[in-house]
């Protein structure tokens, strides 16, 4: 049974911050792993995603994934208000199966 | 981008009714998946499917629960009969194909039950 636990569970930054978001996982078969962002009332979107060892970045977004230890995390930089967000991470098995994380709530203060 | 829609957007129902869930995936989709929010918290497994059958499901995924795809229609969750502890947010997803692909998400159908 896949655990996936978000750290932490709020965070407020001020605007232009650079900002770490952190995931666990318990499966080491874990194949994909993604971040998701939902705003409030509205539906998760896929930020970013990787399957290998190492960091991957996107515009102001990092991911970092290090299956060893069973973590990996989501960097922004020159965070921005319109960031402001629960940010979801996500872990998917062999059998497709998508496990979210508890979430994070994201405060970007202008 | 594609789009995941969901019919309702919020249903209210009284304890004990069923209720059917209604979502319209993207269309060249082949991988489904309904899950269940609360509080605008965790994102909680329900069930995923794939070619007509059910391929995983949680345990919150009551005997009360059922999902279907007639004939390539919508991917429907059914509640029958449903309880005070249903009131949620229930999301619909779906994906392209089996490799690392995004899985889309709707904009959810906020149920109520009274």
């Known amino acids: 049974q896949q655990n996936v636990q978000q750290s932490p569970e709020s965070l407020i930054v001020p605007e232009g911050a650079r900002t770490s978001l952190n995931c666990t996982f318990s499966?080491?078969?874990?194949?994909y792993f993604w971040w998701y962002r939902q705003h409030s009332g509205k539906a998760p979107k896929a930020l970013m995603?990787?399957?290998?060892?190492g960091e991957k970045e996107e515009g102001r977004f990092t991911i970092h994934l290090n299956k060893a230890s069973l973590h990996f995390s989501l960097h922004i930089r020159d965070s921005q208000p319109s960031d402001s967000a629960l940010y979801l991470c996500?872990?998917?098995?062999?059998?497709?199966?998508?496990?979210f994380g508890d979430g994070t709530v994201l405060t970007v203060k202008p | 981008g594609p789009k995941v829609l969901q019919i309702p957007s919020h249903q209210i129902i009284d304890m004990g009714q069923m209720v059917t869930l209604n979502c319209d995936p993207v269309?060249?989709?082949?991988?489904f998946y309904w899950y269940k929010q609360i509080l605008g918290q965790q994102m909680e497994f329900l069930v995923n499917f794939y070619n007509g059958k059910v391929m995983e499901k949680s345990k919150l995924f009551k005997d009360q629960f059922s999902v279907e795809r007639p004939d390539g229609s919508y991917f429907t969750l059914k509640i029958q009969p449903t309880a005070l502890e249903d009131s949620a947010v229930y999301f619909c997803?779906?994906?392209?194909?089996?490799?690392?692909?995004?899985?889309?998400f709707g904009k959810g159908t906020r149920l109520t039950v009274v």
């Open positions: 995603s990787i399957f290998s060892n």
């Open positions: 269309s060249n989709h082949l991988y």
């Open positions: 996500a872990v998917r098995a062999r059998t497709g199966k998508l496990t």
């Open positions: 997803a779906s994906r392209v194909g089996q490799a690392n692909t995004e899985v889309f």
């Open positions: 499966d080491s078969a874990s194949q």
